[in-house]
């Protein structure tokens, strides 16, 4: 068993640091770190998401910017609490108790990349990559928006984030726009008049009544997700608001469904004798990497040379990758065996833990030009 792998992701598992409060997980990174020839950087992205820290950029010695770079990258957030996680490891597994979740999403890539970069480091090698830890993944994505990768001249990027396992690849992924609708009605005293109030909770439930939801096709998801509205019970509501997703690989279906969605909610304000205001946006952008394209080549070469069949998928869950992509910087998601994400039954094969890693390290042979 890799025990100082695994000790390091037991202890990273246990650091409480959720979506905008990664801080604690930030100094964990560094303290790791610290004193190795590995200079950590903190980016001014805080500001624009209200988060208490940057993304961390970690740049071994020896790097040159002059350079063509790959950059390495998972999010240092996790979904759930880890504060109380209480790892079981067995000869073959890495679990929680089963009272909460065990943080797999994203401490495994985590975990692996600061270990890579302590022996990267410690074997005194060069090789022309960086490592991002990014913040607010799980959130919004917020950390890859916002990271500026230009100034270290990354061409490629290998986010280690898909829950699949070991092999497989996120070649291709959906878009995401979200939308909000909310319903105005008019207010009036529930009891003494409800016959002058307009419910705009009544009317938003109309809507959704009229729309479909969950999988409308193989590549299409829609959702609403959450819903407010009123003040008190002896109130007729005059505003209720809904919020909602679209998710499709292509652009243009998702601008399709969201006049639709429009077009249905105004329908119903209109006949209830209310309004509604309807505003979207992008989330995250679709992307799709050819076949023929240099980082897939390259990322089915480094899996068959570490003993694996590449499985290039189809994914309907954004990361990192999307927004790197939508940037222009082409990313693929790699499987990592981080199983059954945000559940309390997360576990992750110890196997899997360490073939993540002969795959970083691979990326980074042949960063050096060592094959």
Request: glycine fraction near 8%; charge should be negative.
């Amino acid at each position: 068993m890799p025990s100082d792998l695994v000790s390091l992701f037991v202890n990273a598992v246990k650091v409480e640091a959720q979506s905008l409060r990664e801080r604690p997980m930030a100094e964990f990174v560094r303290a790791y770190l610290d004193g190795l020839s590995v200079k950590v950087v903190e980016d001014n992205t805080a500001p624009h998401f209200k988060g208490e820290c940057g993304n961390l950029i970690c740049i071994p010695a020896g790097f040159d910017p002059t350079l063509p770079a790959v950059a390495l990258l998972a999010h240092m957030d996790t979904p759930r609490p880890t504060l109380h996680v209480n790892p079981v490891v067995t000869d073959t597994r890495i679990s929680s108790d089963g009272t909460t979740a065990l943080g797999v999403d994203n401490r495994a890539g985590t975990a692996v990349l600061m270990h890579v970069l302590r022996q990267h480091a410690l074997s005194g090698a060069k090789a022309n990559f960086i490592v991002v830890f990014s913040v607010g993944e799980e959130l919004g994505l917020y950390g890859s928006k916002y990271v500026d990768l230009a100034p270290y001249n990354v061409k490629q990027c290998f986010v280690f984030d898909c829950s699949k396992r070991p092999g497989t690849y996120i070649q291709s992924c959906v878009g995401c726009s979200l939308y909000t609708a909310t319903f105005i009605g008019k207010p009036s005293h529930a009891a003494v008049a409800p016959e002058k109030g307009v419910s705009a909770i009544t009317m938003a439930a109309e809507a959704i009544r009229r729309i479909p939801q969950g999988r409308l096709s193989p590549t299409m998801t829609t959702n609403i997700g959450m819903i407010h509205g009123g003040t008190a019970t002896n109130v007729v509501p005059a505003q209720c608001k809904l919020e909602g997703e679209v998710r499709e690989y292509d652009k243009r279906v998702i601008e399709e469904h969201l006049a639709f969605l429009r077009e249905t909610f105004q329908s119903v304000a209109s006949e209830f004798g209310g309004a509604v205001e309807f505003q979207a946006q992008e989330d995250f952008a679709p992307f799709r990497l050819a076949t023929d394209s240099d980082l897939i080549r390259m990322t089915d070469e480094i899996l068959l040379s570490v003993g694996l069949k590449p499985n290039p998928i189809e994914y309907l869950g954004g990361s990192d990758a999307n927004m790197l992509n939508g940037k222009g910087v082409p990313a693929v998601n790699l499987g990592i065996g981080a199983q059954n994400p945000h559940g309390d039954d997360e576990f992750i094969l110890i196997e899997d833990l360490v073939k993540t890693e002969e795959i970083a390290f691979e990326i980074i042979k042949r960063v050096s030009g060592r094959t």
